[in-house]
């Protein structure tokens, strides 16, 4: 049974930076693309970004790009979330999840139905 544990959460002013870590234990991580998603409070879970297997393809969504990136160590078992020029309205609980198909270079990354692993969340806050 894969397990994810995500860290590296916590409160930081406005314009800061945090990274988050995934731990990946019980599967081969190094086979499976990684997706960071978030949700607000009273909104719904949204993606954020992913990253193929390899490491070799990395996506994000619009409101992220140029401010977040993803990236992965698989000698580590462990996918990251650098966060740059922090707003706000970037405040949410924060997940990682685990794609469900082998060796994907390619799609949907954003639905959350094609992650079968989660993590239990890490609470970032960004004051004004």
């Known amino acids: 049974q894969v397990q994810l544990v995500e860290s590296g959460g916590g409160l930081v002013q406005a314009g800061g930076s945090l990274r988050l870590s995934c731990a990946a234990s019980?599967?081969?991580?190094?086979?499976?693309?990684m997706g960071w998603f978030r949700q607000a409070p009273g909104k719904e879970r949204e993606y954020v970004a992913a990253i193929t297997w390899s490491g070799g393809y990395r996506y994000y969504t619009d409101d992220v790009k140029g401010r977040f990136t993803i990236s992965r160590d698989n000698a580590k078992n462990t996918a990251y979330l650098q966060m740059n020029s922090l707003k706000p309205e970037d405040t949410a609980v924060f997940y990682c999840?685990?794609?469900?198909?082998?060796?994907?270079?390619?799609?949907?990354?954003?639905?959350?139905?094609?992650?079968?692993?989660w993590g239990q969340g890490t609470q970032v806050t960004v004051s004004s």
């Open positions: 999840a685990q794609h469900k198909y082998y060796m994907a270079n390619y799609g949907t990354w954003e639905r959350q139905d094609d992650y079968d692993y």
């Open positions: 019980g599967g081969t991580f190094g086979r499976y693309g």
